[in-house]
């Protein structure tokens, strides 16, 4: 077993985001293949670890957000094929080229920089055109669609360009209101309509896709060719408060070691700025884990550590390498002990979700901000794989 400095660590499970993935391809429609999205590090999981899992499991398509991330998929073997979701500078053509990476063209502006860095070079760039049918981030407008369509038919005659698919984004699939319901069937049908058009206009394309998680899963439909699902991969919900139709296991399990317990006398102050008080006698652990781990500063007084299979609520504000929790529940607490921040001790749990709720955010951006200094111990079942450091 490799060594690893125990401070602070995250624990990747590979077995659970397979499990995940069995799941997740039973809500596929025939026509639909997966698409897994392992974008920002795979929302922190170390997307290398999560891609060859992938990989070896026979997914054919991965998608990133930038030509960074796919270049590192392309260095550690990754064959299949490889979506850059998001927006690559014309100059790197060349590289799009040579590393069979399938670019996004965001605007018929982009396209056309493309195609001309493209003849430049000599090289054919594959790449999918963004339609934008609701979402107001990137692409040709959905609408009007003979507009829309006679665009995208400019773009796929553009000289070395290889036009292979278009997209849409959704904005709300992930919401239960009707009012949004009926805003993401618009885009699906406007988006639907284009592909329509397109077709009419003797534009042939292997792919037309508009799911990410949550559009697969309360949307799912062949006729999205490609369903890109990334945060449930990982065992989060795209909606905590829209169910699921199967339980996911959360991959990633965050945690700490306690530095110190001791008794603190009433009226004692905690931390920085002295925002906690002891209304009586109470017993303290100090955790080696803070904001610069990714542990948000806005978890002071509002986080919950487990411990012995109970919880401590985080006393105090969360200071950059520590924190505090308030374990006088807990009298089996000591120094050396291991702190779940993120996971299951016992029969409690903590998921990146009920943080994220804790604080106003999305379990996304939880996990996606579990900093570099955490080394990653890719696992599977119980068997250490690899440690990580970054
Ligand atoms: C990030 C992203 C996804 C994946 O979204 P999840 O909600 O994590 O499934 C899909 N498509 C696009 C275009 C994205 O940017």
Known sequence: MEMFLKRAYAEIHLDRARRNMDKIKSLLKDGSELAVVVKANAYGHDDESMALCFQEAGVRWFAVSNIHEAQRLRRCGIQGEILILGYTAPEYAGELSKDRLISTVVSMEHAEALSQEAVQRNVQVRCHGAVDSGMGRIGVPASPPEQCAQELTRISR?????????????????????????????????????????????????????????????????????????VMLYGLCPNPELELPFPLEQVMELKAEVSQVKWVEKGAYLSYGRTYQAQEPRRIATVTIGYADGYSRLLSSKGEILLHGKRAPVVGRVCMDQLLADVTGIPEAKAGDIATLIGQDGLERITADDLAARYGTIGYEVVCGISKRIPRIIMDGDKILRVLEY
Request: include cysteine; proline fraction near 3%; hydrophobic fraction near 30%.
């Open 158 to 230: 553009l000289p070395g360009m290889k036009l292979e698919g278009i997209f849409t984004h959704f904005a709300c699939a992930d919401s239960g209101s009707p009012e949004d319901q009926e805003y993401t069937r618009a885009q699906r049908d406007s988006f639907l309509r284009a592909c329509e058009l397109l077709k009419q206009n003797g534009v042939e394309l292997e792919h037309c896709h508009f799911c990410n998680s949550a559009g697969g899963t309360y949307y799912a439909d062949g006729r999205s060719t490609l369903a890109r699902f990334g």
